[in-house]
């Protein structure tokens, strides 16, 4: 008996019958005794209808705007779901972010939660009704209507978890849990029963697409436990993360993961001396281009310059150009090089800190199979190596076996390979 | 240079291209120099969708969760409005219901209005913004999610108008104003440039469908001087609705109307004693049933009884029946008679007052014409009359003929001819 937090993404309530089978599952943790809150996004492709809308009536919607269009696709979705609950004979109350008190900065498309308000909900929660919440959306303290950018609902449910102390927060999705790799490229990847915040972390930064990163921070910051699991198979328990896994979960290494959307740039032959990092990394910073790896080579010898090299999303390529080449210029460097033709390959694990010699095993194994390694970059809990993109479904492969990540079941999975 | 209220219905932004139009007419009026407030409804079809959705869900929806879903189709519309004008280089801003505080009473799907706040509309206008308002929808003091039923947005736009104490209110639409009668019947129907608050409310009661009498009621009360004009003919002043007209438009009948939506009743020999009549009506009110026109005879010598008649919407007759068995049993009424085969004829004007005559040139008129009058009702400025349905259609041009009310031109008119 406790308060539990749902969500429910776009996919799950993408059509009436489902929306009936969101209710059903919403009706089964309330009858074991719990208080419910569900957090639900917009119905499958609504945001792309609003924003094809928009786009039709103009070239550049204001962020203000296209906020205000795209909250009303979490708020239908809660009128709807609310109704299914009533249908089926339990007493709801759907919420938007306004009459719950989702609070945001002052920031249009994708603004931070900085508060939410619990007054309301617990009044809800205590006359004995289920709370059906619009995820995604939050609002200013001027009353003015924001949107949280991707991942928002998901923050949405563990925020709303953080302030009502719920005693877990369950983020319903299509698969079944957080798997030591992709069950597409090994297809007997085995689901983590438990994963820290860290590890769920940066495998989320990795690429397994499961959760948003921002999700998971907040879990971790309010130590609220999530557990991702399966809208199709209730029974299952999915994958609980939390704080400091289980004793008996020893394993170095929780999971292996591939991510083939950046792109590497070179800047060649800059003078080695202070500040030209800087130069380069706060332009790009100005401009709000996120860097992930950076490596700076030791300066040659023979002429006292070195290279500077990063990765960025392919995205982000022709501006991240654009940007650098006036730098470049000045800093006189010979070249700006650009490869997209590659892959992060990582591991993932909090026992790696006191385990010596994992990052030996990974350079061989992937050596062992003639994988050549680009770049490498490192933190408490991960390696990632740099690979060229054909190499990376092999890499994979490699290492979920080195580090015995496997169980015996093939994994069952829909959708199509990652194109690497 | 004013404050001028505009309203938009739904068929004006159905489309991308539509709601461009609108943004362009807004602009006109803005660059008039005046502060200019949009309300709008939902896009053409929105709202049936929604209510699709819906019973898709439940058989039977709370009312509440249908006003938070259907309340999105404005907040979508206020949105696209707002970019559409800022793409055209203006200055503008969306306020749903609850950021201007649109204030109802606490009923769900049909609230009214109680109090409209000025401050944050004020504010904008003051910045040189244009506002665009969501219709329709309103918020009550505890933050709960409204909607105003019938003639909503009508009604937001007239109450905005009022609490703002705009110089105009105009309602756009996809007629060019007020006509003496319809012009689908009487083909040199003319349009009316002024009609008073009263006659508008006559003869929107009566079957003119421009204007919900609640936001003509509305005006009235704060005397908002209104405007019911062509959303596709920018330069056509249409039809200024007002308290008092101008002094030189005194011809005695200002307009025509037929309504054949009703059905006649009639509760046949009941005692003539005291009680009776309001025992019938008492129940119809019960059950929330509006009574229209009510005739009651003279008692019969012979036995002491007399016939009550009365009509209703046609829509309620079934309800009308259930509710009267019981009644009729106790009353031992010999029969309840029902015919829907009518239509109410009528004539409205001010000037109707103080000229005698004008009740038996429109009895003497239908007369010359062959057509029997089944019923009258009277109020100071209106007279009705109940004919056979198939005789409506005469009778609305006859009148139109002694009354004076054509002009030399020939209404161009579209739509199917109405149901008689």
């Known amino acids: 008996m406790g308060i539990i937090v749902q969500k429910y993404g776009g996919t799950s309530v993408a059509t009436a019958e489902k929306i009936k089978n969101v209710a059903q599952s919403v009706i089964r943790e309330k009858n074991k005794g719990n208080s419910v809150i569900v957090v639900v996004s917009a119905m499958g492709h609504t945001t ?34 609310t109704m299914a609950i009533q249908a089926a ?44 919440v619009a995820g995604f959306q939050g609002v200013t303290p001027a009353g003015e209507i924001t949107t949280l950018g991707r991942g928002g609902s998901d923050t949405s449910a563990v925020a709303i978890a953080a302030a009502i102390k719920a005693d877990r927060c369950d983020i319903y999705t299509d698969v079944e849990g957080v798997y030591t790799t992709d069950p597409r490229i090994v297809p ?42 399966s809208t199709f198979k209730p029974d299952d328990l999915g994958t609980l993360i939390l704080g400091v896994k289980n004793m008996e979960i020893y394993k170095p290494v929780t999971g292996v993961a591939a991510d083939s959307s950046q792109a590497r740039i ?29 490596i700076q080579s030791y300066a040659r010898q023979s002429n006292n310059t070195n290279d500077v090299a990063f990765t960025v999303s392919s995205d982000d390529v022709e501006k991240v150009l654009e940007i650098l080449e006036p730098i470049a210029k000045e800093l006189q460097a010979s070249n700006v090089h650009v490869n997209d033709n590659i892959a992060k390959v ?18 061989k194994s992937l050596a062992d199979a003639g994988i050549n390694i680009k770049m490498i970059s490192t933190s408490e809990i991960k390696i990632s190596c740099l690979v060229d ?7 994979v492969k490699r290492l979920h076996e080195v580090f015995e990540l496997g169980c015996g079941e093939i994994a069952e999975v829909k959708g199509d390979l990652p194109n690497f």
């Open 346 to 363: 990582s591991i993932v694990g909090a026992g790696m800190v006191d385990r010596p010699g994992i990052a030996a095993d990974m350079f």
């Open 188 to 229: 007997n990847a085995s689901k983590l029963e438990q994963v820290s915040y860290d590890e769920m972390l940066e495998l989320a930064y990795l690429g397994a697409n499961v959760l948003h990163p921002r999700a998971v921070e907040t879990a971790k910051q309010f130590n609220v436990p999530l557990r991702v699991r």
């Open 389 to 395: 993109k054909q190499n990376a479904k092999e890499a």
């Open 89 to 132: 004979g339990h007493q709801a109350v759907s919420m938007n972010a306004m009459q719950v008190g989702i609070i945001t900065e002052n920031v249009h498309s994708k603004a931070r939660i900085l508060d939410v308000k619990t007054e309301k909900l617990l009044q809800n929660l205590n006359d004995g009704k289920i709370i059906v």
């Open 266 to 294: 070179v800047v060649c032959d800059v003078p080695d001396k202070p500040g030209v990092s800087a130069k380069i990394f706060s332009a790009l910073a100005a401009k709000n281009i996120s860097v992930d790896m950076i």
């Open 48 to 81: 792309d209808y609003l924003v094809k809308l928009a786009s039709e009536i103009s070239p550049s919607p204001s962020n203000r705007e296209m906020d205000m269009l795209l909250s009303t696709g979490e708020q239908v979705s809660i009128a709807l779901l």
